[in-house]
């Protein structure tokens, strides 16, 4: 069992920062992979920010300058610091990790709770 449990979010203005984390923890597992999605009312859950499978950061478009992914390999942990936040990037923010397990042969998704970001004009 892997557990990924998600802190930070909260409600600001325009132009502020947010900064999100994300920890997995459980026995038995390796981190393949971690990255951020979110999902606006209405909209499709969408990626904003990954690690490539060589290890470099991804983002979305609309995101791109303004939102920065960090990883610490050690602790099992991402970070999403978010900047110069706008109202278009009001969502419910999930963490995702790909996790091979000892005993699997294919990795297996596991997702964060969600927490809600919400930013106001």
């Known amino acids: 069992q892997v557990q990924l449990v998600q802190s930070g979010g909260g409600s600001v203005q325009a132009g502020e920062s947010l900064r999100l984390s994300c920890a997995a923890s459980g026995n038995g597992f390796s981190i393949y992979t971690m990255g951020w999605y979110r999902q606006a009312p209405g909209k499709q859950r969408e990626l904003v920010a990954g690690f490539t499978r060589g290890g470099s950061a991804n983002y979305a478009d609309s995101v791109k300058s303004r939102f920065t992914i960090s990883r610490d390999n050690a602790k099992n942990t991402v970070s999403l610091q978010m900047n110069s936040l706008k109202p278009e990037d009001t969502a419910v923010y999930y963490c995702?990790?790909?996790?091979?397990?000892?005993?699997?042969?294919?990795?297996?998704?596991?997702w964060g709770q969600g927490t809600q970001v919400t930013v106001s004009s």
């Open positions: 995702k990790a790909v996790v091979q397990q000892r005993d699997s042969r294919w990795p297996t998704d596991y």
